[in-house]
């Protein structure tokens, strides 16, 4: 933490949450892994509008090669927050100087097209819900350079329901419809193969809740989408993780590694089966396009209790190249459920932006890890108390993350929030 700066905290009026407080609550935390994530969204999802037809906008310019200029806005360049990393001094800088392209990122507020009652409490958060209709869509447009997507990121907090995302397939005339997901921050590794672009260059991310299947009882508050452009010159992939090490407990099993120190590692992908595996292809399964953001995850048991599994991870950069396959780790599972475990995130009364003390709340558990800026390493371990002070000086995306743990001191839940902190002289406008 070095750089002071004149920061704004988004805030939700008449709650104590800073911009996106993100509750993995019910039987999924963020981090865990459910079988059979469905790509079939509900049948009101077809009332989503056709793909856009791209124009441009007044105070946008288009770059030499015919393309909305990403860095460009009513005559001010811009930079983004880059959404796969943690807070920062400078965000423009640290990309560029960390040898990949930029990512794009949109704040909640930045949307392109909404159909629901859509409320900005706070300058950047988004709360949609339901208004008229069972359902409720926002969609976003991305620009995109005319440089395909990669990865793309959500940071959305949907109130313990599920959501859905939709990708621009403008190949295919099509939108590709992914969920439903429950937890707070997403990273989706892309097909390569697909063109999601519009003529523009621009992408277009639709994010939906559908009240019959309870998930617009609640909004559907979302901090902002991002997205990694492909850069075809880099096929060099990341070192291979180390370290796993893998501990049963009742319901799951709590994997953990060594970080991957490479610049542009982008997350890691899980892959399991019940003898040894020497190749990704025969595992019996994997956390597949849905990349994990810290070196740990608490898996819920993916057969039943007393199947011995072997685990391995690699580790993937921005533009998909993956690792080769780190040394196994077993484990056998374990009967009994994944206990409920809450968080909350809030501010206190009377603090100044500047240097602001924020406050984790945590329920559920005997103990907890914090994790304060969410970088995958924990500043305090085996504390009794349900509550965590941090200290905010530097903007961007915030993460952090609490590992709740039984009497007993075994892992029972992996809990992070989100909150995007702006220096409002780098704030895409």
């Avoid at 990309?95 to 949109?106: D, K, M, R, V």
């Avoid at 990349?291 to 921005?318: C, K, M, Q, W, Y």
Wanted: hydrophobic fraction near 35%; aromatic fraction near 10%.
């Amino acid at each position: 933490m070095v750089r002071r700066a004149a920061f704004m905290f988004l805030l939700l009026p008449g709650l104590t949450v800073l911009l996106l407080a993100a509750c993995s609550g019910g039987s999924r935390r963020d981090g865990s892994l459910t079988r059979g994530e469905s790509s079939s969204p509900p049948v009101r999802q077809r009332a989503l509008p056709p793909l856009p037809e791209d124009r441009l906008q007044p105070w946008e310019r288009l770059t030499p090669e015919g393309y909305v200029d990403p860095f460009w806005v009513a005559g001010k360049v811009r930079s983004f927050p880059d959404p796969l990393a943690g807070p920062a001094p400078s965000h423009g800088e640290k990309s560029t100087a960390a040898g990949f392209t930029p990512a794009t990122f949109l704040t909640g507020q930045h949307y392109f097209r909404v159909r629901g009652k859509a409320q900005n409490p706070e300058l950047a958060v988004l709360s949609l819900m339901p208004a008229g209709d069972p359902f409720a869509w926002v969609i976003y447009r991305l620009p995109m350079g005319g440089n395909q997507p990669t990865i793309l990121t959500v940071d959305a907090v949907p109130s313990g329901w599920r959501y859905w995302f939709a990708l621009s397939d403008y190949g295919h005339g099509r939108w590709a419809w992914r969920g439903p997901y429950t937890q707070h921050h997403l990273r989706i590794l892309l097909d390569r193969d697909t063109n999601y672009l519009s003529d523009l260059g621009n992408l277009f991310v639709a994010l939906y809740i559908d009240g019959d299947t309870g998930d617009a009882l609640y909004p559907l508050s979302i901090v902002g989408v991002g997205a990694q452009p492909v850069d075809p010159t880099d096929t060099t992939p990341p070192s291979a993780p180390t370290g796993l090490a893998a501990q049963a407990v009742p319901g799951g099993v709590y994997l953990s590694w060594d970080p991957v120190a490479d610049a542009d590692l982008a997350g890691y992908r899980l892959y399991w089966s019940e003898g040894p595996f020497g190749q990704p292809e025969e595992a019996l399964g994997s956390t597949g396009d849905r990349l994990l953001h810290r070196p740990e995850v608490l898996l819920p048991n993916p057969l039943p209790a007393g199947a011995s599994l072997t685990f391995r991870i690699t580790a993937l950069d921005r533009q998909g190249n993956e690792s080769p396959l780190s040394d196994p780790a077993s484990a056998t599972l374990q009967a009994g459920s994944l206990p409920p475990a809450e968080i909350s995130l809030s501010r206190r009364a009377g603090d100044s932006f500047l240097e602001s003390t924020l406050t984790l709340t945590v329920t559920g558990a005997a103990s907890y890890d914090f994790d304060e800026e969410g970088d995958g390493t924990y500043d305090t371990t085996d504390s009794p108390s349900d509550r965590q002070d941090i200290l905010i000086l530097d903007e961007g995306i915030w993460r952090p993350t609490a590992r709740a743990r039984d009497a007993s001191g075994n892992p029972i839940a992996l809990l992070t929030t989100s909150a995007y902190v702006i220096d409002p002289s780098l704030a895409p406008p």
